[in-house]
């Protein structure tokens, strides 16, 4: 026999066949198992990890048509000057919207995102963003976001988008972040504000002990927090007597006795309002006027009111300041009716189309529910008479498909409870809502009516 390359020694020797499951029983299992010291490179950029058609990426483009100028002049490092580079505006009013879309409020879960989601690190760039950064940014906007509100209607109104000609408005109770055992009497205010005064001028004596800056910051921490304590029962006193003027007004007309008011120590500007299911909880009522034939946002407010009947004037008056013009009508439920709304509105040119007060008891009384009252003034009567009409009934069902839908959709983002304290930082987050609304909604008119740009 010929020499063989290699001999049968060298040959590897393979393991005999397995024996059969009926003879041996189960075999051991083979499984995949993490190996984690296992190195690797990857290149990628965040540009091409992200979806060509991520929503994220048109919440982008949107913002970066804005001009954020207001934003911009605040910011003191400047070109060949000393300081730190600044974060670009419109990074974190698109962080905000864009968290504000996926149902986010807080600071500190955005910051979190922006090293952990994809989207949010695209936002940003990879670049580290600080909550207090955003918390700031949202709650010290102020007239920044009032602007970014009208300038974003303002170009739809350019764009012939927005015609103003009808507005559906309505309210929505969004707890406060406060605790009905937060509200106190003014008599047990003041008992407290005098203690939380020792307790500020305590922590200032303690931060001005020299201690060679051991703990400086906890001492500085300390002296902060009772200051803000101070300035929360200090604005709880004054509320408080603003809500003992009002209610003697009132007792002076009803001739009945004025209650003795209360003011929350943890968020002074709330009120306890009644909310679902007969629940009374601190709170606010965030008002949303809706154009009705594009379906944005035109006007926003956000006041302590515990109804909506003082609520429309000032927001045709808003709508007025904002862009120049109010609208010819207005659609608004049984809540927002009362003589000075519909006597007001129709001094400011506005045609109020509101379903009537206990329209099915007076049918059912032998009454007409359109006819005058005999103490009715001519808006009421005009009113009146204009509601009994089939016109003024098909224009009032728009009301719901408009005011309600943009509410719900609030609701769908989160906006159940108020992530900031004190009726200002509670505004500005109202409007962010509305912006992101805008912003969203505006895209799909543009798209439909084949338009870009602002």
């Known amino acids: 026999m010929a020499d063989l390359l290699f001999s049968p020694e060298d040959l590897p020797q393979h393991a005999p066949p397995a024996q059969s499951a009926e003879s041996s029983g189960p075999g051991k299992p083979r499984l995949r198992i993490p190996i984690r010291d296992q190195m690797k490179m990857e290149i990628a950029s965040l540009e091409s990890l992200l979806e060509a058609d991520h929503p994220v990426r048109a919440v982008w483009d949107a913002v970066t048509r ?22 670009d505006p419109h990074i974190l009013v698109a962080l905000w919207v864009y968290a504000v879309t996926r149902g986010i409020g807080s600071a500190r879960e955005i910051t979190r995102l922006c090293t ?27 007239e920044k976001w009032d602007n970014l509100l009208t300038q974003i209607v303002g170009s739809l109104l350019h764009a012939r988008l927005v015609t ?85 007004a009132t007792a002076e007309r009803s001739g009945r006795k004025a209650k003795e008011p209360r003011a929350s120590t943890t968020d002074p500007t709330a009120r306890t309002m009644k909310f679902p299911a007969d629940a009374y909880q601190p ?70 189309y509101a379903p009537i007060k206990n329209e099915e008891k007076k049918r059912a009384a032998g009454k007409d529910p359109y006819a005058p009252s005999k103490r009715d003034s001519e808006p009421m009567a005009e009113w009146r008479a204009r509601m009994g009409t089939e016109e003024a009934k098909g224009i009032y069902k728009l009301r719901g498909q408009f005011a309600e839908w943009v509410n719900a959709r609030c609701r769908n983002w989160g906006l159940w409870s108020m992530p900031v304290r004190g009726l200002p930082r509670c505004r500005n987050v109202a409007l962010l809502y509305a912006i992101a609304h805008n912003l969203s909604w505006s895209g799909k008119l543009r798209a439909k009516v084949g338009t870009t740009g602002n």
Request: glycine share 8%.
């Open 164 to 248: 103003l000609e009808r507005v559906a408005q309505d309210g929505m109770k969004v707890r406060a972040s406060a605790g009905k055992s937060s509200f106190r009497r003014m008599s047990t205010l003041k008992g407290c504000l005098e203690e939380a005064r020792q307790q500020v001028e305590a922590a200032n004596a303690s931060a001005d002990e020299d201690d060679n800056g051991s703990n400086h910051r906890q001492k500085e921490a300390r002296r902060r927090a009772a200051r803000e304590k101070l300035e929360r029962l200090e604005e709880a006193l004054h509320q408080c007597e603003e809500i003992q003027e009002q209610r003697a």
């Open 283 to 352: 709170g606010y009522n965030v008002q949303f006027a809706t154009d009705t034939g594009s379906g944005i946002v035109v006007g926003v407010e956000v006041t302590n009111a515990a109804n909506d009947g003082d609520e429309l004037p000032p927001m045709l008056d808003q709508i007025n300041d904002r862009y120049g013009q109010v609208p010819a009508e207005a659609l608004v439920d049984g809540g927002f009716v009362t003589v000075e709304t519909i006597e007001g509105s129709a001094e400011r040119a506005c045609t109020v």
């Open 66 to 87: 804005l001009d954020l100028r207001r934003w911009l002049d605040e910011i003191k490092a400047v070109e060949h000057g000393p300081g730190r580079d600044a974060i």
């Open 116 to 142: 952990e989601s994809l989207p949010f690190r695209w936002l940003c760039g990879d670049e580290p963003v600080n909550y207090h950064t955003l918390a700031d940014f949202r709650s010290k906007g102020g």
